[in-house]
């Protein structure tokens, strides 16, 4: 079955930037969407069709992509930004149409 | 602002089905440009997608899942719901309804994000 890889956990002082990675074969074609999730909490989404904002999401977070990675990067980290992220993006590799879900990261502020 | 709540069982024996229900608020559920979908998420692990529902009652099934899952709507009560089969300990997960954005890439293919959810229900299978 498809997989999106993303780095177990990612550690950083608060106000230095921190980047996470989300990689997976069909990447290249299809856009790009991350959540931040914190502990009993619902997902919010932070960054949608690799790059873009919704309102409300302050504008240290931003998503760019390079072949077939896409990275959320959080700039000036906040103490409030500690959180699950996930990433999610169709797999195309098939004939059948999935919605999937990177494993995650857990970003710890320091 | 759209707000969704999930009801229904938070146990249920192996074999069984559970049936969840999800509530949305404002008269959304009749438009057509959104998935009303479902997503489970096991303890300390990552959401998976099960599947969604849209105007005119279509259906779209995670392939893993796709002989166990079947989603209904029912636009009068702004209601859609989840029933999933012969259900074993593997199934127990925070269970939660999402509103699906259709998106159309370059390219032409058709995707979905997810900007309003629930809260969940834990569902717990056991005997």
């Known amino acids: 079955s498809y997989e999106l890889t993303q780095p177990p956990s990612v550690s950083v002082f608060a106000g230095q930037t921190a980047r996470i990675t989300c990689s997976g074969e069909?990447?290249?074609?299809?856009?790009a969407y991350w959540y931040q999730q914190k502990p009993g909490q619902a997902p919010v989404l932070v960054i949608y069709k690799d790059s873009e904002r919704p309102s409300g999401i302050p504008e240290r977070f931003s998503g760019s992509r390079s072949g077939t990675t896409v990275t959320l990067t959080i700039s000036g980290v906040q103490a409030e930004d500690e959180a699950d992220y996930y990433c999610q993006s169709p797999d195309s590799s098939g004939p059948y149409y999935d919605v999937v879900f990177g494993g995650g990261t857990k970003l710890t502020v320091l | 602002q759209v707000q969704l709540q999930e009801s229904g069982p938070e146990l249920v024996k192996p074999s069984q089905t559970l049936s969840l229900t999800c509530t949305v608020s404002?008269?959304?559920?009749?438009?057509?440009?959104?998935?009303w979908t479902w997503i489970r998420q096991p303890a300390g692990k990552g959401p998976q997608w099960l599947g969604h529902i849209y105007i005119p009652g279509r259906t779209k099934y995670s392939p893993s899942l796709e002989s166990r899952v079947t989603i209904s709507l029912d636009t009068s009560k702004n209601q859609f719901s989840l029933n999933l089969s012969s259900v074993t300990a593997a199934d127990t997960a925070v269970y939660r309804c999402?509103?699906?954005?259709?998106?159309?890439?370059?390219?032409?293919?058709?995707?979905?994000?997810?900007?309003?959810w629930g809260q969940g229900t834990l569902v717990t299978v056991s005997s």
């Open positions: 069909s990447m290249p074609n299809q856009y």
């Open positions: 999402a509103r699906g954005i259709i998106v159309v890439t370059p390219g032409g293919k058709t995707q979905t994000f997810f900007d309003y």
């Open positions: 404002g008269n959304f559920l009749s438009r057509d440009n959104y998935y």
